[in-house]
């Protein structure tokens, strides 16, 4: 903005009048406005052992494969005896899971799932084969484990029951809240330790705690594991260990200093 010469001969005394009533901001009075603080920002890692599992397995019956045609459609009487022939294997794994002691509403068996499937062409000399299709049908089924120790009896009932495929063990913890609290509450102590121990070092006192947040919430996630064998040759049948799962918590923690004792 510009002031005409007469105008800015009043303004800038004026300026300076008011300027000159303002306190000074000295070092002292900044420093009593900075509010005296110790931050500690920290990381805990909490590992707990699983004590529940879920199995994850799948069974499944093919139609006969035959020759690929301009317009293909699966065969349904052959379908209807495939899916009879899975339907059959799965209540007889469901019995041999149940024998073990399992409790039923723990077992759940899928949807079927239908899927056609090409088969990789095959040559012969100079002649090729017109491809061939089959049908699949599979019903996946999923186990619910309470108790650890069934393991090996369960995993045993599935392979005697001929399943085409187990697609391991998915760890877990029954009371997952509890689990993250105690990583939470284990972050929070070691920040409080060295926020102490950084007081006593430097000769200062810890005040109020003034400000607290997350910088990592703790997350449990469900561990997935494929089957581990630790039996030896002549030794005890298969043990099945479950390790551990870590849980990682984050916090940051503000302590007012109060004056030197």
């Not at 910088?215 to 997935?224: D, G, I, K, S």
């Amino acid at each position: 903005m510009t002031f005409p010469r007469p105008a800015r001969a009043l303004f800038l005394p004026a300026l300076a009048a008011l300027l000159s009533l303002a306190p000074p901001l000295t070092a002292s009075a900044l420093a009593a406005e900075t509010p005296h603080r110790l931050d500690i920002q920290t990381q805990a890692e909490l590992a707990v052992v699983p004590d529940r599992a879920t199995l994850e397995a799948r069974l499944w019956e093919h139609t006969p494969a035959v020759a690929q045609t301009a317009e293909h459609e699966a065969d349904a009487d052959a379908l209807r005896q495939a899916r009879q022939r899975l339907e059959e294997r799965a209540a007889a794994l469901i019995q041999r899971l149940e024998a073990q002691g399992l409790a039923s509403e723990a077992i759940t068996a899928g949807s079927l799932q239908v899927q056609p499937q090409r088969l990789p062409d095959t040559q012969h000399g100079d002649d090729t084969q017109e491809p061939r299709v089959r049908t699949r049908l599979q019903r996946p089924v999923s186990i619910e484990v309470e108790d650890l120790a069934q393991l090996p009896g369960l995993l045993d009932a599935l392979t005697e029951a001929g399943v085409n495929a187990l697609d391991g063990i998915r760890y877990d913890l029954s009371d997952r809240e509890a689990a993250t609290d105690e990583a939470l509450v284990k972050a929070l102590e070691k920040a409080r330790h060295k926020a102490e121990l950084m007081a006593e070092t430097l000769g200062i006192e810890l005040g109020e705690v003034i400000a607290a947040s997350e910088t990592r919430a703790p997350v449990f996630q469900p561990r997935m594991m494929a089957m581990s064998d630790a039996r030896a040759e002549g030794a005890a049948p298969t043990e099945y260990r479950p390790g551990t799962i870590t849980i990682e918590a984050g916090v940051n923690v503000s302590w007012e200093i109060g004056p030197k004792p």
